[in-house]
DNA sequence: ATGTAAACCAAAATCAAATTGGTGTCTGAC
DNA sequence: GTCAGACACCAATTTGATTTTGGTTTACAT
C-alpha cells in the first residue's frame, strides 16, 4: 500500500491521505487530541517536516486545530469566548435588565429553596439583619447585592452562579451612578425588607414555589419603583 | 495607648480597635491585601486565635473578606465576575449544565411565548424542519442549537440572550467531545421531534405556561438520557 | 472554663520541569 | 541550486511538587 518511492510530486498527497488513515482508524482519546508531532512522525515513518505539511492540509481544511503546547485535535476549534459584559451592558438598558432579572432570579431562587444548606440560610439572615443596621443607601446596597449573590450560591450549582453573577455585572455596569444618595438611609419600613424576609422565609420552609413568587413579587416592586423614577425624571426634564 | 494589661473582658473589644487602628495606619499594596494571619499575629504581638476574632468582627461588619489560600483582604469581596467561558467549563459538569438548563430555558421559553414574532416563530419551524431531513447527528445537533437559541432570541431581550449563549458555550465545552457518532443519525421516532414541536406550538398559541412546561418537559428527558447514559457507561467499567 | 500554641487540612498560589506546536539553520543528496 | 531531513531553539502550555494561606481540631496550661 505504501509506497516508499515516493519522490514523485505527489508526495505531499499520499502522506496526507495517510494521515488521514491513520486518523480514521486510531481510537481517538475523548478530547479529539492525537499524538505529538514528534511520536505521529516517528510512528508513521515520516519525517516531521513532511508530517507537518500534511497537517497544514488538514487545518486548512478545517478537519484539525493546533495550538502550541497544548497539541493537535480533531474537529473544529473550539471558540474561545468570554461573556463581554461591557458589550451586553452597551446593548442593554435598565428596563431590559430588570425583565431579565424576573425571568431569571425567582427560578434561581426556586432551586435555592430546595438545595440550600442551613449555613446558607443563617448567611441570608446575617444579610437581613445587616441591611437594616445600615446607614447609607451604599452600606444597604452591599447587603441587598450579597443576599441576592448568597441565594444564587445555595443553589450549590456554580453554573447558575456564573450566570447569576453575569447578570449582576452587567445590572451595575447599566445601573452605574444612576442612584446617588438621595435620602441618607433606607427607612424602616422599607418594602424590600418586608419582601427580602418573606423570600428567606420561604426558603427556609422549603416552600419552592413561594420562594419562586416572593422573589418575583419583590422584583416587580423593584421594577415599578425603577419606572416610577425614570417617569419622574422625565417630568422634570 | 495598648494597654499591655488587658485581661479584663474587653480584650476583644481592644484586639479589634487595635487591629483597626494598624489597617488604618498601613498602608496596604493596591489589592488591599494586608499580612497573613500568623505574621500579622506576631506583629501585633497578640495570639493567631485572639487576632482570628478581631477579623471574625471586622469581617461580620462588611470591612473584610477572606479566602483559604488566598489571603484576607481589604472592601467588599468582589463578584468574581469570572464570565470566563473556560473556567466555568473546567468548574462544572455535564449533570449541574443540565440542573441550570432545566431552571433556565423553560422561564426563557415562557418570555418568548409572549413576544415571539411571527418571524421568529417561522424561523422556528425551519429549524424543525431542517433537523427531521438531518442525515447525521452533527447536524442534527446543529440545528436543534439552532431552535434553543431562536427561542432566546424571541425574548427580544439582549441580556437574555446573552446569557443563554453564555450557558450554551458552556454546555458545549463541558459536553465537548462526549456524544459520538453511535447510530448514523437520529431514528424519525426520536423524543426530541415530538417536544420540540410542543413547544413551538406552545409558542405560537402564546400559551406562556404550556410554553415553558413543554420546555421543562423536554429538558428532563434529555436529562434522563443522559443520565441512562453514564449509568450504562459505568456498568461497562 | 478560657485562651494559647501547635498540628493538621484543603484551597490556592507559586515555581520548576517537561511537552508541544512553530521556526530557523545547517548539512547532504541529487 | 534546490529541497528534504535532522537538529536546535523558542514560546505557550501543561504538569507536578512545594509553599502559602485561611480554617479547624487537638493537646496543654493557667
Chains 1, 2 share one sequence.
Request: hydrophobic residues 40%.
Amino acid at each position: 500500500m505504501d509506497s516508499l518511492t515516493d519522490a514523485d510530486p505527489h508526495t505531499q498527497k499520499s502522506t496526507v491521505t495517510q494521515v488521514r488513515a491513520f486518523l480514521a482508524q486510531s481510537n481517538l482519546p475523548d478530547d479529539g487530541r492525537l499524538p505529538p508531532e514528534r511520536e505521529l512522525s516517528t510512528a508513521l515513518g515520516i519525517s516531521r517536516t513532511e508530517l507537518r505539511k500534511a497537517l497544514d492540509v488538514l487545518e486548512a481544511e478545517g478537519q484539525i486545530w493546533r495550538h502550541v503546547g497544548k497539541g493537535t485535535f480533531m474537529g473544529s476549534r473550539p471558540l474561545d469566548t468570554f461573556a463581554d459584559i461591557a458589550a451586553l451592558a452597551r446593548r442593554s438598558n435598565p428596563a431590559e435588565v430588570m425583565r431579565a432579572r424576573i425571568v431569571i432570579e425567582p427560578e434561581i431562587t426556586r432551586a435555592a429553596a430546595f438545595t440550600a444548606t442551613p449555613a446558607d440560610i443563617s448567611e441570608m439572615r446575617l444579610c437581613l439583619a445587616r441591611s437594616r443596621q445600615a446607614d447609607s443607601w451604599r452600606q444597604y446596597e452591599g447587603w441587598d447585592t450579597r443576599l441576592h449573590r448568597t441565594i444564587a450560591e445555595a443553589t450549590q450549582n456554580g453554573l447558575l452562579l456564573g450566570l447569576f453573577d453575569t447578570l449582576n455585572a452587567v445590572r451595575r455596569a447599566v445601573t452605574w451612578g444612576r442612584l446617588r444618595a438621595l435620602p441618607v438611609k433606607p427607612a424602616p419600613d422599607h418594602h424590600s425588607f418586608r419582601e427580602h424576609e418573606a423570600i428567606v422565609d420561604a426558603i427556609e420552609h422549603r416552600d419552592m414555589a413561594g420562594a419562586a413568587n416572593a422573589m418575583r413579587n419583590h422584583l416587580r416592586t423593584v421594577e415599578r419603583k425603577l419606572l416610577d423614577k425614570q417617569l419622574r425624571a422625565a417630568e422634570e426634564d
